[in-house]
């Protein structure tokens, strides 16, 4: 992949995971979670944690689909050409 389209994706992503960190345990404290109905037995650094990278993956994710949905088929199918081929690429074009 690209590196600049990689950061296209990686960077506003972690912009968002940082913001919505501070949203969410803004409101909600680690502590006050449950999980199936048990109190959720960790540390609220680990909790922060591991909520921080849900939302970024999350992000990139939503990032990266909208990064897809931007490019022309044209590109896409350059771009599969260029790695080894589409799965149809190998016919005689006409």
Known sequence: MN???LMAIVWPAFLVAAVLEIAVFALVDP???HW???PLEMPRNA???M???GFWAAAAASSALSLLLT???E???AAGE???GSPGSHRARH
């Open 75 to 77: 590109d896409l199918n």
């Open 3 to 5: 590196p600049r389209y």
């Open 31 to 33: 502590h006050e979670l």
């Open 71 to 73: 490019r022309s088929s």
């Open 82 to 84: 260029g790695e080894g």
């Open 36 to 38: 199936l109905g048990a």
């Open 47 to 49: 909790v922060y944690t």
């Open 51 to 53: 909520a921080f990278f």
